[in-house]
């Protein structure tokens, strides 16, 4: 990870942000939904771990239960299948705005930054709750996963700057698991790592962000103190 200061990189024309966990407070909504899914499915109560709950957070969906539960492709299909259906039934209160996330976004808009987001939730879902959080006025751009050719965080994040026409040198991505930080850097985009309370200690240094924040707030702050 190179010493370098999130006020710095916030000075790039674009920035794109992370949906969950980043910019909507989703953790308990996405652990509740996977692990009803999951004992519909057969799964015993006791083997449907916190920890592997947490760590649905951040990657597509269909990897998460692939992955984290063992479950067969066509297995995670009919999970996902399932998992969206009943999130789409969530209340809104469900989906809050990350604490700070509408000061921040609003800061850097004021500053003539150009601002999308990249997620690995399905598109047409995370231009949804944008729209709850009251958010998607602020953005350019919204990639998200899109079948069959947009399934990984790369993906999503060269979608989101070709969206905004522009280059890798022109942004930065800013999110809180390692996806956000290794997607952004498979296109040589410079990562904001925030702890949010999703990753893990030492998660973000480790994945090799360029910056670290603890929380939201410490960004405006620090631009508030630069300025």
């Not at 990984?152 to 698991?177: F, H, N, Q, W």
Request: glycine content about 8%.
């Amino acid at each position: 990870m190179e010493d370098v200061d999130a006020t710095d990189l916030f000075l790039r024309p674009v920035v794109v942000f992370d949906f969950d966990g980043t910019l909507a407070d989703t953790a308990d909504s996405i652990k509740r939904t996977a692990r009803h899914v999951l004992e519909e499915m057969g799964m015993p109560a006791d083997e449907i771990d916190e920890a592997r709950l947490n760590s649905m957070i951040g990657p597509p969906l269909e990897e998460g239960f692939h992955d984290l539960f063992g479950l067969t492709s066509a297995g995670s299909q009919r999970a996902c299948a399932r998992y969206r259906e009943l999130y789409a039934q969530l209340d809104p209160s469900a989906c809050p705005p990350m604490p700070h996330a509408i000061e921040l976004v609003d800061m850097l808009g004021r500053q003539g930054r150009t601002l999308a987001v990249a997620t690995s939730r399905r598109e047409d879902v995370a231009e949804r709750l944008l729209v709850q959080i009251g958010l998607r006025d602020s953005f350019a751009a919204v990639a998200g996963h899109l079948e069959p050719y947009r399934r990984t965080k790369a993906a999503s994040i060269a979608a989101a700057l070709e969206m905004c026409g522009a280059r890798p040198a022109d942004a930065v991505m800013v999110g809180d698991r390692f996806h956000d930080i290794e997607g952004a850097h498979e296109l040589d985009v410079p990562a904001i790592g925030v702890y949010t309370g999703t990753a893990e200690p030492g998660e973000l240094e480790r994945s090799g962000a360029d910056a670290i924040l603890w929380g939201l707030e410490e960004a405006i702050i620090k631009m508030r103190r630069s300025s």
